[in-house]
């Protein structure tokens, strides 16, 4: 807890309520209150459109992947119909948790009693439950959860009143439909756990301002901050773009692909999709992160990349990917230790949140988003 702490929710509301001109980062309390983070749990995650991944991923009837979503464990599993389903992923008997991680299974098979269930969630077997006159399986089926597939990702929400996501993200196809981002092939996917809290990191990915100097190692000198462009965000996201040259092909349109024109041949989307799918789209490649608190002070990283089909079909595509995968590895060591140096700072009894760059210009939204979502809880 941040030692003068007050009321995290008042002190969001006055932080958003300057201008653009006059902005500020977000005070330290926002980022350190408990009190805050149950708010986001209960008015973000609970309410929003969270991704779980790609649907690519998940090809083949058993496929699965595990997460957990404010609170509650969730598997996503591709039934032998083809459809991804989500449901609830706790058992129907004693409570435990069914599958986990990712991998593929017939059935579902609790590891603690052996109650099992179909692809569809429906229990379809039950040892030693004949004496019991009250059980009967049939109809028993683990609770669904909303899950659509928009753009080749998989989103799941708890909130039975969302916007379908392709009406919720409509804008964000308008943006970059001439990308064809749905078509991206995944080829990586790893899950982190950093020591710094989720919003920290999710800023540094919305702002390109930090690039020459946090990542002066790898990315740094591959964009020009004259050259970023940080409008406005919408309603449910915000982004900002970046002009790459030709010193990483693979950032830029392969010579196959005849839908981007001009300079947006060479064009970096960052695109930061509420609360926490944060993606870097660019006409050759795209890499992601999706994030969930653990607490104020440490985050859930859902890590995952790959390539657009043109540099997949590439006979060089090994060798893309390699060149890719090395890239992001060591970008990633640059953003943990800068987002988890922000992280210990403002936990510093004398830190005081400082004026924004116009190229932070995502931040303030990303500030007004949270400001509207958490403001019934306080």
């Known amino acids: 807890m941040h030692a003068t702490e007050s009321d995290p929710f008042a002190e969001l509301a006055a932080n958003v309520a300057k201008p653009f001109t006059a902005a500020t980062a977000m005070p330290p309390s926002v980022y350190t209150s408990d009190a805050f983070l149950a708010a986001e749990l209960e008015h973000v995650f609970k309410h929003d459109w969270f991704c779980a991944g790609r649907a690519s991923s998940l090809p083949e009837p058993g496929d699965y992947t595990t997460l957990e979503l404010a609170g509650q464990p969730i598997m996503v599993v591709r039934d032998r119909g083809g459809e991804l389903r989500a449901h609830s992923n706790v058992c129907l008997h004693r409570m435990s948790t069914l599958l986990h991680g990712r991998g593929n299974t017939r059935r579902i098979t609790c590891p603690y009693h052996a109650w099992t269930y179909d692809l569809q969630g429906n229990l379809v077997g039950a040892p030693a439950m004949g004496q019991n006159e009250s059980f009967c399986k049939t109809g028993m089926q683990l609770p669904t959860v909303r899950c659509e597939t928009w753009q080749g990702w998989i989103m799941?929400?708890?909130?039975?009143?969302?916007?379908?996501?392709?009406?919720?993200?409509?804008?964000?196809?308008?943006?970059?439909?001439?990308?064809?981002?749905?078509?991206?092939?995944?080829?990586?996917?790893?899950?982190?756990?950093?020591?710094?809290?989720?919003?920290?990191?999710?800023?540094?990915?919305?702002?390109?301002?930090?690039?020459?100097?946090?990542?002066?190692?790898?990315?740094?000198?591959?964009?020009?901050?004259?050259?970023?462009?940080?409008?406005?965000?919408?309603?449910?996201?915000?982004?900002?773009?970046?002009?790459?040259?030709?010193?990483?092909?693979?950032?830029?349109?392969?010579?196959?692909?005849?839908?981007?024109?001009?300079?947006?041949?060479?064009?970096?989307?960052?695109?930061?999709?509420?609360?926490?799918?944060?993606?870097?789209?660019?006409?050759?490649?795209?890499?992601?992160?999706?994030?969930?608190p653990e607490g104020v002070g440490r985050v859930r990283i859902g890590f995952g990349g790959g390539m657009s089909p043109d540099y997949v079909n590439d006979p060089e595509s090994q060798h893309h990917f390699a060149e890719l995968k090395a890239l992001l590895d060591r970008v990633n060591v640059e953003d943990r230790g800068c987002t988890e140096k922000v992280y210990r700072g403002l936990c510093a009894e004398l830190a005081k949140p400082g004026p924004l760059s116009h190229l932070e210009r995502p931040n303030y939204d990303f500030a007004h988003y949270l400001a509207g979502r958490v403001r019934a809880a306080s």
């Open 156 to 292: 799941v929400t708890l909130n039975a009143d969302a916007a379908p996501v392709h009406e919720a993200l409509a804008e964000v196809d308008s943006l970059v439909g001439d990308y064809d981002m749905g078509a991206y092939v995944e080829t990586f996917y790893e899950t982190h756990v950093w020591d710094t809290n989720w919003k920290v990191l999710a800023e540094n990915f919305m702002e390109s301002y930090h690039l020459p100097v946090c990542h002066a190692g790898t990315i740094g000198g591959l964009s020009k901050l004259e050259e970023m462009v940080c409008p406005p965000g919408l309603s449910a996201f915000n982004y900002h773009t970046i002009l790459k040259d030709d010193t990483l092909k693979i950032a830029l349109a392969h010579e196959n692909n005849t839908r981007l024109t001009g300079d947006r041949r060479r064009t970096t989307y960052l695109l930061a999709i509420y609360p926490s799918l944060l993606i870097t789209l660019t006409p050759g490649y795209f890499w992601y992160l999706s994030l969930h």
